[in-house]
Structures are given as C-alpha cells and as structure tokens.
C-alpha cells in the first residue's frame, strides 16, 4: 500500500497506442524527469482534429491491478483519461470510458478520490471539489499515520507517549480502519453534516458513511463489490463475529510473495479449523485452501471490485455474476444499524440508484427525502437532501417544485454546480434568460471543467447575438475540454458567420 500513489516520475510507464472508437494515439513519454501524456487524431477531419499534451505530475495504483496519472490545469486536478490494465498488461481507456467517441479530459479528482490512495491530502478550495490552493496530498502512498493515526506525540516522546494500540480498540474502530478505505457499497451516502475525509483512525467510519448493497445481494446471487459485504455473508464471520476481520488473515504492513502465499494463507484459516485435526484430513492433495473456498474468478481488472471472493463458501461459483440493478436496498454491516437516518440516507442511496436508471429507485427516493424533509423542519442547511430532491422533481416535471429545491440548496451551498445549472436550466425553460445566464456564468466562473454550464452559457449567448462572448466562453471551454465536439462545432459555425449567432 505503500506504493499507492506518489511522482509521474517514480510511477512511469510508457504508453503508446491508438484508441479505435474515439481514433485517438496516446501516448506516456518521459523527458528529463518530466512526465506527459501526449494525444493526437492522426486521421481526423478538420471538425475532429486534436492534438496535445499535459504534463502529468502523479500516477495512482501500485500498478498490480491498474495504474492511472493526475495532472493539474490552473489548481483544478483531473484523472489522465487512460489507464494501465495490470493484468492483460496494456493500456486502454478508464473504465467508464472504453467506448467513448471523445476524449475525456475532465474527470474531477476530490480529497474523496484522494483519502483512498494517498496521505495528507489536503482540503479543496469551496468553489470546486477539484481545485486546490497548492499540492492535492503531501505525501503518496499509505503511511503509517493511515492506519495508526498521527504518530507525532510517540515521536516528540521519544516514545514514551504511547502510539495507538489498535488492536484494543472496540471491534467497530478496529475494522473501520481498513474499511475506511476497502468499503464502497453499491452506494455511499455521507451522513448530514460530515465530511468522510475527516475520518481519523480510531474513529467509527459509520459515524461519517452508510454504505449499501441490493438486498438480494445478501442472499445467494451476485458478487459483493467489495471484501468486507463479502465476508460477512460468510459463515466463518457470521460464527466467528468480532474475532474475525481483515488483519485475521492480511498482514497490514505487507502481502506475502507467490511462493509464500499458500502457507501463508492455509496458516490463517487453520488457527480456526484445525480441531481434530482436520487440516491434515481434509483434502491433503491441494495445500491451497482458498483455491477451493475463495473464488477467483478468470481476469478482473476492474479497479473496485474485488478480484477474490471474500464470501468464504464450501462450494465456489468460477464465474461473475453479474450485480443485481434493481430491488430494495439494504445496509451494510450491523453496526450502521441504529445510526444512519433511515430516510435521509437511504433516500439518498436510493437518488444515486435512480441517476443510474432505476426508475423505481426514484420514487422511493422522492418518498423518503420529503419524509426527511419534513422531520427535519425542512433541512435548511443539507445541500444534498435538497439538490436530489430538486433532481427528481425535475425528472417528474414539476419544474417549479424542482427550482424551490434547488433554491434551498443554493442556500446552504452557494457552490453547488449541480443545483445551480439545473435551476438554470428551469429558468431558461422558463424564458428567464437574465437569471439562467447569471446561474451559467457562476458555475462556470469556478469551475471551467463544467462542460454543461460552458455550453449553455455559449448557447445562449449565440442567440443573443453575441458572438464575440459566446466565442471566449467555448474558448475556455475548449481549453479544459479540447475533444468536446459540441462546442467545437457551435464555435465553427460562428467563425463561419451561420445563422443564429452570426447574424447581428
Ligand atoms: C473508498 C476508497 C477509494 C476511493 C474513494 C477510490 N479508490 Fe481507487 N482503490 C481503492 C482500493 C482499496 C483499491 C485496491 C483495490 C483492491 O484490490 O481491492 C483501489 C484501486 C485503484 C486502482 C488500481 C490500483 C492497483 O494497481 O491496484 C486505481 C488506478 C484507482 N484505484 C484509482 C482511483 C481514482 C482515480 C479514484 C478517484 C477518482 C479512486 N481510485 C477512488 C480505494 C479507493
Ligand atoms: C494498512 C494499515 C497499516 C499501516 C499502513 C501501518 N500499520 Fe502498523 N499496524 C497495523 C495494525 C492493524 C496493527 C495491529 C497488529 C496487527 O493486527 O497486525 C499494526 C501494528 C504495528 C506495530 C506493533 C507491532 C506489530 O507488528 O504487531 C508497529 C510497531 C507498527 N504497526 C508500526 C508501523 C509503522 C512504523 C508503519 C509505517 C511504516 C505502519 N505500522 C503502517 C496497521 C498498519
Ligand atoms: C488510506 C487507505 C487505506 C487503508 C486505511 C487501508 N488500505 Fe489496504 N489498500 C489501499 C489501496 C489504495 C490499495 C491498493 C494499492 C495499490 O495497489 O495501488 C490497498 C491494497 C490492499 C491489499 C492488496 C495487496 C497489497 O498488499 O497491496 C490488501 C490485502 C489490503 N490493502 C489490506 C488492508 C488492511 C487489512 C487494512 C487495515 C489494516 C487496510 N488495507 C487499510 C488503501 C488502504
Ligand atoms: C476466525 C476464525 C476463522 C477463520 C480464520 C476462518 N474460519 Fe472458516 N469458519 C469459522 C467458523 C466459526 C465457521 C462455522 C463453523 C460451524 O458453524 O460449524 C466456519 C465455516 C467455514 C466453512 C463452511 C462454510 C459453510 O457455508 O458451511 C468453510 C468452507 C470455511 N469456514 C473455510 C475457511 C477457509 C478456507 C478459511 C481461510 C481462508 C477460513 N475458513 C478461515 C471460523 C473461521
Ligand atoms: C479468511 C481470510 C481473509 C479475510 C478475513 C480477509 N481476506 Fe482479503 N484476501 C484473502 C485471500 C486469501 C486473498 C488472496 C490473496 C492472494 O491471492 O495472494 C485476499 C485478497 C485481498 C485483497 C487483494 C485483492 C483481491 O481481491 O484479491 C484485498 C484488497 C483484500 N484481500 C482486502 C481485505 C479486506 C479489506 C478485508 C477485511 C474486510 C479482508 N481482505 C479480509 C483472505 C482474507
Ligand atoms: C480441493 C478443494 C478443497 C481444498 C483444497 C480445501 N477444501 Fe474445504 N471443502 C471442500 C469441499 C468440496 C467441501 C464441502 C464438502 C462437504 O460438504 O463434505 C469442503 C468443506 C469444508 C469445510 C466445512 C466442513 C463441514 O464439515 O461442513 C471447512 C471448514 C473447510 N472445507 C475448510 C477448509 C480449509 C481450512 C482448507 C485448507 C486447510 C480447505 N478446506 C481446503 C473442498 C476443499
């Protein structure tokens, strides 16, 4: 873990292929200890020509499962648009991203993405979760303040300030230590008025999160996303309770090698299940436990999702299931039982289901946020709660109980770039332009990655005839996003004085 993050320069890797749906050639050079992703459509239009480079300044992934780069234009931070797949050892598009037709050069990276992969990551400016006043963390990789917490007392001690045993710890603070990290869900929602960067080992991650899976998913089909939903439909867990968890069978401070892991691992299991001697009966043909009891299934290389099977089971499944898409959903692990907010939080989780689609997710969503709107004498001050409220009133036509959301949200967060360009979006809906174009020019004004708000603004700038303004809006836009086709074209088409804009 030590090696999760640090220097383009530490973590280079070469890269140079072509991209066949978006015609792309990447390519990752090194010169003089300066990293760069250079880019290029060789065989493109004069509509789709693109060519260029950003220096990259930190790679992400230890490379074993996958390797990404960060780079920074103007203080805003964004993931490379490519990854290093380890295992089939090549180089593709980031994952959500294989089919894309167009560069994605804007993928935001928050001290959310960070607290996973790196140590003293630093706090976002507010008007962007993206941006930052300097350097994003100050120092790569996992060190041992992640895990034991701020060891500077011990040091200034000499040692005699004792460091955190964490062992001793109450079971819940015990895992939440590894699950700050190794715990996703299917969806995560943070608690009102917490921030889960601000988890400090020793602390209870449930107090900050809830996470949550499909309940069918508890059951027999499925694949958990990640080790810990695994475990715990595992008997040994279920049986062993508090006995079991992650440092059972995983040294924190390091992985054994290949030629270690079998032993290694066989060693773990049998401090449970060696009564009567039953390792030595027990299929003495194959020395590797886990070969039978934890699957791991062909390839993965996905970066979230476990690669072995945490649900420890007498018989195996060899392939993926594939996750269940809809269906109630339920929280993980029963310590966040009596404290998440079953309407607020589960509202929430049931929001970000319904933003992948999953229409009945929604009106469960509605259900339960205006249930928690209302216990809480409207939520003055949750952002959140307001701004996925306003979206699914959006979504069900009610335009002007959307904008009273999003208002509210405004409200409590004056940055929140999603409430403000729908709320501009309802106003330009509603022939508004002044206020929508007002709206359009903030978000875009502090985060010019905002390609929605950029071409909005452009959009309407054009119709009002404006062209010299909607031309510096797309040029700007262009500078963050230099593979959007859409702005590339309206900007086309207003050079070439057309119709519409070009007009007055
Ligand atoms: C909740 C913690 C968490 C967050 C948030 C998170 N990651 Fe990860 N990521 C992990 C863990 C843990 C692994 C190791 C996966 C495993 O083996 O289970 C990983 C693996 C990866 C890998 C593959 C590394 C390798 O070689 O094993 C990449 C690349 C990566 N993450 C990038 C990102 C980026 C970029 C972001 C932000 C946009 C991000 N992650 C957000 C926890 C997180
Ligand atoms: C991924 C989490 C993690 C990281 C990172 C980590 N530790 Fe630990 N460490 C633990 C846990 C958990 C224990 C408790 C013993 C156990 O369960 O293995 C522990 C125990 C210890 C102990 C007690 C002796 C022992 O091995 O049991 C020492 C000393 C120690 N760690 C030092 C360090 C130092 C120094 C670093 C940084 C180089 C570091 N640790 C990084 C999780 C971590
Ligand atoms: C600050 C975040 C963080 C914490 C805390 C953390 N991990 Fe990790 N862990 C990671 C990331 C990120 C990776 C992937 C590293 C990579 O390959 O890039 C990882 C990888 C691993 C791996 C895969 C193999 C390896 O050694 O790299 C194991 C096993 C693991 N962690 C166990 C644990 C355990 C057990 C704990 C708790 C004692 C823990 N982790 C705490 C972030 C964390
Ligand atoms: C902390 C103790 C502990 C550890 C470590 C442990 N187990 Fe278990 N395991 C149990 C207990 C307790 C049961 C339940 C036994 C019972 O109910 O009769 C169990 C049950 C099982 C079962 C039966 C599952 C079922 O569905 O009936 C299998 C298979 C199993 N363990 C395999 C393993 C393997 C393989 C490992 C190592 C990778 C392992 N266990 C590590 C405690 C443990
Ligand atoms: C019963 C034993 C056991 C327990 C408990 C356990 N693991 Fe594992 N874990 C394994 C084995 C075995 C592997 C495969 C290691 C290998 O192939 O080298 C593994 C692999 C991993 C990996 C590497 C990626 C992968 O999926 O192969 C990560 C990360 C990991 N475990 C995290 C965790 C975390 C976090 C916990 C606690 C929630 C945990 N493990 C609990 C046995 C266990
Ligand atoms: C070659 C595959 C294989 C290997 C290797 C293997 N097991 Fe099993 N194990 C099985 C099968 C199959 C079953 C279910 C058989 C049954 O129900 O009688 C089983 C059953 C079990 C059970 C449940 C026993 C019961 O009476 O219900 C436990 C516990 C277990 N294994 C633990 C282990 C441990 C620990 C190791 C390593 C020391 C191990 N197994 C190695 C295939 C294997």
């Given at each position: 873990m030590a090696r999760a993050s640090g220097t383009a320069a530490e973590g280079f890797l070469p890269a140079d292929f072509t991209h066949e749906a978006s015609g792309i050639h990447y390519k990752v050079t090194e010169d003089g200890g300066r990293v760069w992703l250079e880019y290029e459509r060789p065989e493109a239009t004069a509509s789709r020509e693109l060519a260029g480079r950003v220096q990259l300044e930190y790679y992400v992934g230890s490379g074993l499962r996958g390797r990404t780069y960060l780079f920074e234009r103007e203080g805003y931070w964004f993931e490379a648009p490519i990854n290093w797949y380890g295992k089939k050892r090549v180089w593709d598009m980031a994952p959500n991203f294989l089919p894309a037709r167009e560069m994605p050069l804007t993928l935001p990276v928050d001290p959310g993405c960070l607290r996973c992969h790196a140590s003293e990551v630093a706090e976002s400016l507010p008007d962007a979760r993206n941006h930052y006043a300097g350097e994003p963390f100050g120092a790569g990789g996992i060190t041992c303040a992640g895990c034991h917490g701020d060891g500077t007392a011990h040091v200034n001690s000499g040692g005699k300030a004792r460091m955190m045993n964490l062992d001793a710890l109450e079971p819940v603070r015990r895992d939440s230590i590894c699950l700050n990290c190794h715990l996703e869900g299917e969806a995560a929602v943070i608690r009102a008025g917490k921030r889960v960067e601000e988890f400090r080992p020793g602390d209870d991650l449930f107090d900050y999160?809830?996470?949550?899976?499909?309940?069918?998913?508890?059951?027999?089909?499925?694949?958990?996303?990640?080790?810990?939903?695994?475990?715990?439909?595992?008997?040994?867990?279920?049986?062993?309770?508090?006995?079991?968890?992650?440092?059972?069978?995983?040294?924190?401070?390091?992985?054994?090698?290949?030629?270690?892991?079998?032993?290694?691992?066989?060693?773990?299991?049998?401090?449970?299940?060696?009564?009567?001697?039953?390792?030595?009966?027990?299929?003495?043909?194959?020395?590797?436990?886990?070969?039978?009891?934890?699957?791991?299934?062909?390839?993965?290389?996905?970066?979230?999702?476990?690669?072995?099977?945490?649900?420890?089971?007498?018989?195996?499944?060899?392939?993926?299931?594939?996750?269940?898409?809809?269906?109630?959903?339920?929280?993980?692990?029963?310590?966040?039982?009596?404290k998440w907010d079953q309407d607020r939080d589960l509202g929430l989780a049931y929001a970000q289901m319904a933003a992948r689609g999953d229409q009945a997710a929604g009106r469960r969503a509605m259900t339960l946020l205006e249930k928690a709107e209302k216990e809480a004498g409207g939520a003055a001050g949750d952002y959140e709660l307001h701004t996925q409220l306003g979206f699914l009133e959006q979504m069900d036509g009610e335009a002007s109980a959307a904008a009273a959301e999003y208002r509210q949200a405004l409200t409590a967060d004056p940055y929140d770039a999603l409430a403000a360009g729908d709320l501009a979006v309802l106003d330009a809906g509603n022939h508004d332009y002044g206020e929508a174009v007002r709206l359009w020019q903030g978000v875009f004004a502090h985060d010019p990655a905002?390609?929605?708000?950029?071409?909005?603004?452009?959009?309407?700038?054009?119709?009002?005839?404006?062209?010299?303004?909607?031309?510096?809006?797309?040029?700007?836009?262009?500078?963050f996003a230099p593979d959007d086709g859409q702005a590339r074209a309206l900007a086309g088409k207003i050079r070439a004085g057309g119709r519409g804009c070009g007009g007055k």
């Open positions: 999160a809830v996470f949550f899976v499909r309940k069918s998913e508890k059951g027999s089909a499925g694949r958990a996303t990640s080790q810990w939903e695994a475990l715990l439909k595992s008997r040994c867990k279920q049986s062993a309770g508090d006995r079991m968890t992650c440092t059972t069978c995983h040294d924190p401070h390091g992985s054994p090698g290949p030629e270690e892991r079998v032993a290694f691992y066989r060693a773990k299991c049998l401090q449970c299940h060696d009564t009567q001697g039953f390792g030595e009966q027990h299929h003495p043909e194959n020395q590797d436990c886990t070969a039978c009891h934890m699957a791991r299934p062909p390839s993965n290389d996905i970066a979230h999702e476990q690669v072995t099977d945490h649900w420890i089971r007498k018989q195996v499944s060899e392939t993926r299931l594939p996750l269940a898409t809809t269906g109630p959903l339920a929280a993980v692990g029963a310590a966040a039982v009596d905002q390609r929605g708000a950029g071409m909005n603004l452009a959009v309407v700038e054009c119709a009002e005839g404006e062209r010299t303004a909607a031309l510096e809006t797309l040029g700007r836009l262009l500078e």
